[in-house]
């Protein structure tokens, strides 16, 4: 049994909104996880999900919407702020840290799909962090990029926000695009995004289907896989779908293999990347083996 508490708390001037999951019956504090995910998600959908399966193994987790997503504060609206997450992610482990029921010792910090990098760098950054986990995880390089695009394809690619950014510096309106769509243009095209986000499935009152045209040149040029080269001594956790088109294998073992020990992967058979939002088995497998990791690495 967990107990469930609607949260917020401040960072830089924004209301930042979350969810407070705290179990019940325990003799003394328990360990306290943080959790970071999806582009584009909110608290309610894949954080909300890990974030309750793993309170009900025993540890405080928090769940929270990034400033700009959800129900928290901050513009442009769906907007992808990449240090500003980081400062979230600070922000809600003091949180953690200042409530009675949480061992401020042992904390971890949990991240899934995108939040996968974000969770690395921002470990890898602040010693109040014990442990990492990375569930499918995005771990984003420029350097990645500039390969999979090419050097001229790259700069191309980064000429094609020009326009919108000056527009947008001179006061105009700030531009949007779908977040997933059958057809057209989408910052997460094709069928599989939109079979959670588009369905039932992700269900939420406060997700929006948009997301900043801008939004999209932080994702190419941001580097959280610079996280796994400072994460040693904290230990690393990598747990991945041996098949994940939009989040790579290959990502995510360069990942493991710049991180210092003690670290551990553990691939699972999954085909999709959405199967390790809400696809059983596969839940329950990440599951289960970030609480082993977990307690193992934030024990008394």
């Given at each position: 049994?967990?107990?469930?508490?609607r949260?917020s708390?401040?960072?830089?001037?924004?209301e930042?909104?979350g969810?407070?999951?705290?179990?019940e019956?325990g003799?003394?504090?328990v360990?306290?996880?943080?959790?970071?995910?999806p582009?584009?998600?909110?608290?309610?959908?894949?954080?909300?999900?890990?974030?309750?399966?793993?309170?009900?193994l025993?540890?405080?987790?928090?769940a929270?919407?990034?400033?700009?997503?959800g129900?928290?504060?901050g513009?442009p609206?769906?907007?992808?702020?990449?240090?500003?997450?980081?400062?979230d992610?600070?922000?809600?482990?003091?949180?953690l840290?200042?409530?009675?029921?949480?061992d401020?010792?042992?904390?971890?910090?949990?991240?899934?799909?995108?939040?996968g990098?974000?969770?690395?760098?921002?470990?890898a950054?602040?010693?109040?962090?014990?442990?990492?986990?990375?569930?499918?995880?995005a771990?984003?390089?420029?350097?990645?990029?500039?390969?999979?695009f090419?050097?001229e394809?790259?700069?191309?690619?980064?000429?094609?926000f020009?326009?919108?950014?000056?527009?947008?510096?001179?006061g105009?309106?700030?531009?949007?695009?779908?977040?997933?769509?059958e057809?057209?243009e989408a910052?997460?095209?094709?069928?599989?995004?939109?079979?959670?986000?588009?369905?039932?499935?992700?269900?939420?009152?406060h997700?929006?289907?948009?997301?900043t045209?801008?939004s999209?040149?932080e994702?190419v040029?941001?580097?959280?896989?610079?996280?796994a080269?400072?994460?040693?001594?904290?230990?690393?956790l990598?747990?991945?779908g041996?098949?994940?088109?939009y989040?790579?294998?290959?990502?995510a073992?360069?990942?493991?293999?710049?991180?210092?020990?003690?670290?551990e992967?553990?691939?699972?058979?999954?085909?999709?990347?959405?199967?390790?939002?809400?696809?059983?088995?596969?839940?329950?497998?990440?599951?289960?083996?970030?609480?082993?990791?977990?307690?193992?690495?934030?024990?008394?």
């Amino acid at each position: 049994m967990t107990t469930v508490e609607r949260v917020s708390f401040f960072v830089e001037g924004i209301e930042i909104a979350g969810v407070l999951r705290l179990p019940e019956g325990g003799t003394g504090p328990v360990a306290g996880l943080v959790f970071t995910g999806p582009f584009t998600g909110v608290k309610e959908q894949v954080t909300g999900t890990y974030a309750a399966r793993l309170a009900e193994l025993g540890f405080a987790t928090l769940a929270f919407d990034h400033r700009n997503w959800g129900e928290s504060g901050g513009a442009p609206r769906q907007h992808e702020d990449p240090q500003g997450k980081l400062a979230d992610l600070r922000a809600a482990v003091s949180l953690l840290r200042s409530r009675p029921e949480v061992d401020a010792a042992r904390i971890g910090a949990v991240g899934i799909c995108l939040g996968g990098g974000y969770a690395l760098k921002f470990a890898a950054f602040d010693p109040r962090v014990k442990a990492f986990a990375g569930i499918a995880g995005a771990y984003n390089s420029p350097y990645a990029m500039r390969a999979g695009f090419g050097p001229e394809g790259y700069r191309q690619a980064l000429a094609g926000f020009v326009e919108t950014l000056e527009r947008q510096d001179g006061g105009g309106d700030v531009e949007y695009l779908p977040a997933v769509a059958e057809e057209g243009e989408a910052a997460m095209g094709g069928a599989e995004p939109f079979a959670y986000y588009g369905t039932e499935r992700s269900a939420a009152e406060h997700w929006r289907n948009r997301v900043t045209r801008a939004s999209v040149r932080e994702m190419v040029t941001v580097d959280n896989m610079a996280g796994a080269d400072f994460l040693g001594p904290t230990p690393g956790l990598i747990v991945h779908g041996v098949e994940d088109a939009y989040c790579s294998p290959e990502g995510a073992k360069e990942a493991y293999e710049r991180m210092a020990d003690p670290k551990e992967i553990v691939w699972l058979d999954a085909k999709l990347h959405v199967d390790l939002y809400d696809g059983e088995p596969y839940v329950t497998q990440a599951v289960d083996a970030t609480a082993r990791f977990l307690r193992e690495h934030l024990a008394r």
